[in-house]
């Protein structure tokens, strides 16, 4: 069964330093997301993306973070300069189309640790 | 701002009991994902309820989307040890366009032998 991989499943980074954090979505999908979950808070949208290109951002995806699509399988979240706060859970999650409705599917998470 | 609201937020029973899960907000949502979420990894999709009313049934599961598309609900009859865990809704907010998702905070759910 197609799944969204992320990698790593753990990072762990000084403050200040860059982070990319890497998923490969369902391949026929069209619309990619990257959520947050700080622990024990409600998961969080931050970006989504279609067409190469952002489609929509939360507040809390401000200049530090951007997102990108390199080739035709990966989709990237890249934060310049970590804060302590952005330790959380980062998912990534896919959807089939653009019109209707479709379900998302999500990655197992990348934990990232600001130390 | 468009917020989900999960009751109750902890609930413990015992094997053989029947429960019932609430995700309520004040926004209409063109679909709502309930999720389930096991410790350190992501959100594994349950069901996708669309329509007002519409009912949909997993095994012992049974959601339902409320009529006006604002609310839904989580019946687990039977519960079992295996049912335990964190369940999630989550409202998508347009048909058209990026459809992100609006989580509630999750109730998560012990069920004790």
């Known amino acids: 069964e197609p799944e969204v991989t992320q990698t790593p499943s753990h990072q762990v980074t000084q403050m200040g330093q860059e982070v990319i954090l890497r998923c490969v979505p369902i391949?026929?999908?069209?619309?990619f997301y990257w959520y947050r979950q700080i622990l024990g808070q409600k998961v969080e949208f931050l970006v989504s993306?279609?067409?190469?290109?952002?489609?929509?951002k939360s507040e809390i995806f401000d200049d530090q973070f951007s997102v990108e699509r390199p080739d035709g399988s990966n989709f990237t979240l890249k934060i310049r300069s970590t804060k302590l706060e952005d330790s959380a859970m980062y998912f990534c999650?896919?959807?089939?189309?653009?019109?209707?409705?479709?379900?998302?599917?999500f990655g197992q998470g990348t934990r990232l640790t600001v130390v | 701002t468009q917020l989900l609201e999960q009751s109750p937020q902890f609930l413990s029973i015992q094997e053989g009991e029947n429960l019932t899960v609430y995700c309520n907000s004040s926004?209409?949502?063109?679909?709502l994902q309930w999720y389930r979420q096991e410790p350190g990894e992501g959100p594994v999709l349950l069901v996708t309820?669309?329509?007002?009313?519409e009912v949909k049934k997993l095994k012992r599961l049974t959601f339902q989307f409320g009529d006006a598309r604002k609310d839904s609900s989580l019946h687990i009859t039977a519960a079992q040890p295996g049912d335990t865990g964190l369940y999630l809704c989550?409202?998508?907010?347009?048909?058209?366009?990026?459809?992100?998702?609006?989580f509630g905070q999750g109730t998560r759910l012990t069920i004790n032998p």
């Open positions: 989550a409202g998508a907010d347009l048909i058209q366009g990026a459809q992100k998702l609006v």
């Open positions: 993306f279609y067409n190469n290109e952002i489609s929509e």
């Open positions: 391949s026929n999908h069209l619309y």
């Open positions: 999650a896919s959807r089939e189309r653009s019109g209707g409705w479709a379900e998302a599917f």
């Open positions: 926004s209409v949502f063109s679909s």
């Open positions: 309820v669309v329509t007002g009313g």
